[in-house]
């Protein structure tokens, strides 16, 4: 399209220009919408313990089922829901779909303690209504609150201190846990870990994939289990693609383990049926 406007190199790429951003502009029109007409949804990807291979829980993470482009990723409309400040809506809304599944499936036997780990922006962190909402979450689905893990990225400590603390107290107070997410890549000091409820740290997939032939990541990954296990936080692995990183992620005394190898992030009713319903027909005593 843009090309059939321009004449000429130069017009061709002002075309251009101008196109992005009408897209980013109806994009960013769009997703206001999106909440409410239901276009917003979690994906789940298992979660496993690495010692016994049993299921852990689920990290939610958000997709957005577009009526026109289809299903879109995270990295195609994130930093727009950012910017634009609907991201606080986004993360409540896919953190309560995600909580009221996870609520159903803690009922069946065996499940009680079930994990969810969903994402949470600094943004959410930083606004005073975000605690509320999450409080009116937890109550209306009845999900175990100690099954219940925000993922925050270590930046997310540098922004606006003093809502965040206040958040995160708030949050402390409802028996949530903090987990960080992508360990290792932010820039903030480590004091983070001692002051505030964090329960688990997300080793990064860029150290992940490079174990066993990188030996700086087998030295950083290393780094990481010393430091979890001396503040007594447990470990996943992020990104495990094969048996090789799973084995050395377990070796090296790592927890858990989430990534392609494991299972890629599915819809909810197809997690129902890969990982919910085997469990639901195990027998009893085994
Ligand atoms: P994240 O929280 O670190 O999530 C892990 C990302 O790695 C996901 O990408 C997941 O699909 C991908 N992944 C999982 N296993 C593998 C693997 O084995 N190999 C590779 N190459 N990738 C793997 P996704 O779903 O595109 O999400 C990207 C990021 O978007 C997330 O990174 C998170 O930072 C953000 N995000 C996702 N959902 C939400 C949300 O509901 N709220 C907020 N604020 N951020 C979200
Ligand atoms: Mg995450
Ligand atoms: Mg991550
Ligand atoms: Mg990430």
Redesign the pocket.
Known sequence: QAKALGRGRHSTFHSTMRLQAQQRISLEEALGNAVQNGEIK??L?PIFRLDDKTLTGF????RWQHPQLGLL???AF?EQAEDSGL?QE??MC?FASACAVIASWQQIHGLGNLRLS????AR?LADPRVKVHIKEILESTAINPASVYL?I?ETTFVDDIESTTATINALRDLGLRLAI??FGTGYSSLLYLKRFPVGVL?ID?SFVSGLGKNPEDEVIATTILTLAKALELEVVA????NEAQMKRMRELGCDYG????FG??ITIEATDVAFIEPLRQAPLIP
Not at 118 to 121: G, H, P, T
Not at 238 to 241: N, T
């Open positions: 979690p994906f990807q990290e939610a993470l958000v990723m995270p990295a994130l991201i986004i993360d896919v969903s994402n949470l922006s959410s993922e990225t997410d992508d997300k997939r992020e990104g495990v693609e989430q990534g392609y190898w890629h992030p």
